[in-house]
């Protein structure tokens, strides 16, 4: 039997969170083992740009989530691959006529965010990675069992490859469906929006402005995302977010019905839909883990929350749970504490828990809102729409809260 290997910080999951809490905690003494599940062999990113070339999957970066790049040394990369930063943003119920406009200039800011597919945010968090000698990675292997040691403060951890490793910390960063937070018996809170996500990435007629697009209906919110294109084409990526039995009938469509059935419903706010990518879906559910510690553990990212996309804003509470966990984890290092202890673990929860269930709660509430048939509530949201978007003050408050400025 292999004799165990020794880390101080055992990451599960080596995408978004997970890779970035690793880089944040490097060159600070600690040992980091960073397991994944899937096969990272092919990382290579295509540099066409047309409807295939585009990753399904792509994340709206705040600014304060791109200082936090910056810092792990993986943004200008990124930057250089490709990008869209989008300075406006417009929001729209499809069942009324209240409207809602939001422009970076209202705060002085060159831009509200910047869209970023997620496959080149993890590859270049993987290159950082490959850089840095205190991180091991794992591939192909998956958390098989942890179990406390008879050495105080240590969990023993064993990997499905039989590779066997003793951890002051293990982190799970697997995802919603954490595998981690399965084995080590968190409980959660969950509901089911009954809903799909319908993502794809769509040539559209007319130019997006550099500006995001959401409008809401009754059987769920609609967003236009937009992507870099050339001088004569347009791209953005849509998530399409509608009751089961819409998306049944959406995904059985072929690509032309597809295209012709989306320019309706977006209203043709930018001409006509031209082409569709491979379509993806996937079911929509909230959870929230209780707790996000145990004795030695934490969660992290999705594997902690999973949140609506309307406000697309599930990668940045991520990465703002990478940047306080990882503050907590050094300063308990830097003062001789056990960085998996109760302590630690708790103050890190009491920052982080709260803020999350207040974000998920507002997006919960507003999904209810603008899914809802009820003439009351139908004049209550079109009503608020048009009057919020004449008060500058609260739009500056929302526009500074969306970017993380406050």
């Known amino acids: ?41 092919d990382s290579s990113l295509p540099s066409d740009r047309n409807l295939n070339s585009f990753d399904l999957r792509v994340s709206a970066l705040t600014p304060r989530s791109i200082k936090m790049l910056e810092r792990l040394g993986a943004w200008d990369a990124i930057k250089n691959y490709r990008h869209c930063a989008f300075t406006h943003m417009v929001v729209w119920d499809a069942d009324g006529t209240g409207k809602i406009e939001f422009d970076g200039s209202l705060v002085g800011a060159s831009e509200l965010g910047t869209i970023v597919e997620n496959r080149a945010l993890v590859s270049e968090l993987l290159n950082q990675i490959e850089t840095r000698e205190d991180i091991s990675l794992t591939a192909s292997d998956k958390l098989d069992s942890a179990v406390a040691s008879s050495v105080e403060n240590i969990l023993n951890i064993t990997l499905s490859s039989g590779k066997k490793i003793n951890t002051r910390l293990l982190v799970a960063a697997d995802g919603a469906r954490s595998k981690v937070r399965e084995l080590i018996g968190f409980s959660t809170t969950e509901w089911d929006y009954d809903q799909q996500a319908i993502v794809a990435t769509v040539q559209i007629e007319k130019s997006h402005k550099a500006t995001a697009w959401q409008r809401f209906s009754a059987t769920g919110p609609l967003a236009f995302l937009p992507l870099p294109g050339g001088e004569n084409t347009h791209f953005c990526s849509i998530v399409w977010s509608c009751d089961n039995w819409l998306a049944e009938e959406l995904i059985s469509l072929d690509d032309q019905q597809f295209c012709k059935r989306l320019s309706a419903e977006f209203e043709f706010t930018l001409g006509d839909v031209l082409g569709v990518s491979d379509r993806a879906f996937f ?16 969660l992290v990212g999705d594997s902690a929350h999973s949140i609506h996309p309307l406000a697309g804003q599930g990668l940045n509470i991520g990465l703002l749970d990478v940047d306080v966990l990882s503050e907590e984890l050094l300063l308990a290092q830097n003062s001789d504490i056990e960085i998996g202890s109760l302590e630690v673990l708790a103050r890190y929860q009491r920052r982080r828990r709260g803020e999350n269930l207040q974000m998920m709660l507002a997006m919960d509430g507003f999904k209810r809102l603008f899914g809802s048939r009820k003439i009351p509530l139908r004049w209550l949201r079109n009503e608020g729409l048009r009057s919020v978007d004449k008060m500058q003050w609260i739009k500056k408050q929302v526009i500074n809260y969306a970017m993380g400025l406050v």
Do not use: C, N
Not at 9 to 28: D, E, K, R, T
Not at 30 to 41: P, V
């Open 1 to 41: 039997m292999d004799k165990a290997k020794t880390s101080d910080v055992v990451i599960v999951g080596a995408g978004l969170a997970g890779a970035s809490l690793a880089l944040a905690l490097s060159g600070h003494g600690l040992s980091i083992q960073l397991i994944e599940a899937t096969d990272l062999s």
């Open 283 to 298: 079911p929509l559910r909230q959870s929230h883990a209780v707790s996000y510690f145990k004795p030695l553990v934490a």
